[in-house]
């Protein structure tokens, strides 16, 4: 299919929309975090924390990029689907072109990366190569991990463990317990998005073959998976303050008002309804986080 020819306005429009803004909390938020831990510790180092923040950035991205690809081709952006319209299947952007700005923005997240493995050494490649691998195989390859049910899993690992651990040993060098269960948070708010996003599609996924966790588990049991999440991720600055952190980091409690609400609206809400729950979750998860942060710098 060639690609439209949009005026400026419109093709800034299309990108925002295969960006996905709406998702990029799930980026950011575990950098700033991770950055909040390191110098509550007295080892925060700018220039890395900067890099660390554009390379989640950039492979939060590139994987929302690669799934629009993967889901054209695998039939699954039909225009039955309740979501937000996804660029390549609609025409807007052509397949080609994504292909190739995927590409150019993965060389560019591996370059940049090049640099803190320079700083932090040969861990930092591992963990960036299967950073890399994962934005790919989550949609791409033989045995897609978002067909799986597994999606939720590696979410949790990457957006949560990998990004504030990651980010945290750029400066740090070291890694700790309470660094792991700080991330607990941000990894428990990016899987509880893509829940909403998943019981959101599950009729139309389950008609191609993509078998996420809400469509093995049902819609019930994935709104009470949610609530779940919702009630660890506020544990954890409890748990941070009684391991030596400051008990300011309790400051994201203040954020548990708009938890509640989200939790009532995601079980009365069906269809397009969702998107506004999935909007909501980005934002207590950077609501969260930032609370979080802002207290663990208070001494």
């Not at 020819?5 to 991770?34: H, N």
């Not at 195989?137 to 990998?162: K, M």
């Not at 506004?276 to 609501?287: C, D, E, F, I, R």
């Amino acid at each position: 299919m060639a690609e439209q020819s949009l005026p400026l306005p419109s093709s800034l429009q299309a990108w925002m929309l295969a960006i996905r803004p709406k998702t990029l909390p799930a980026g950011a938020v575990p950098v700033v975090l991770g950055s909040a831990l390191a110098a509550a510790d007295g080892r925060f180092c700018l220039f890395p924390a900067l890099v660390a923040l554009i390379c989640a950035l950039g492979i939060q991205v590139a994987t929302n990029f690669i799934n629009e690809i993967y889901d054209f081709r695998k039939g699954a952006d039909t225009a039955e689907r309740l979501g937000p319209t996804r660029t390549v299947a609609a025409g807007i952007i052509s397949e080609k072109t994504m292909i190739k700005v995927s590409g150019i923005l993965i060389g560019t997240v591996f370059l940049l990366g090049l640099y803190l493995v320079y700083t932090a050494g040969w861990p930092i490649f591992i963990v960036g190569l299967l950073s890399l691998l994962f934005a790919w195989a989550y949609t791409g390859g033989p045995y897609p991990i978002a067909y799986s049910g597994l999606g939720d899993v590696f979410v949790f690992v990457f957006f949560g463990l990998v990004a504030v651990g990651g980010t945290y040993y750029v400066q740090a060098h070291a890694l700790s317990l309470p660094v792991l269960f700080a991330a607990v948070a941000p990894g428990a708010f990016s899987v509880n998005i893509l829940l909403v996003n998943n019981i959101r599609d599950i009729a139309t996924d389950r008609t191609v073959g993509k078998m996420t966790l809400p469509a093995r588990i049902g819609a019930q049991w994935a709104r009470r998976l949610y609530s779940a999440l919702t009630v660890a991720a506020f544990l954890v600055p409890v748990l941070l303050s009684m391991n030596g952190y400051s008990q300011w980091g309790m400051l994201s409690l203040l954020s548990a008002p708009l938890a509640f609400r989200l939790i009532r609206q995601l079980n009365a809400s069906e269809g397009r309804e969702l998107n506004n729950v999935l909007a909501g979750t980005g934002k207590l998860m950077t609501l969260h986080g930032l609370l979080f942060a802002a207290g663990l710098l208070v001494q």
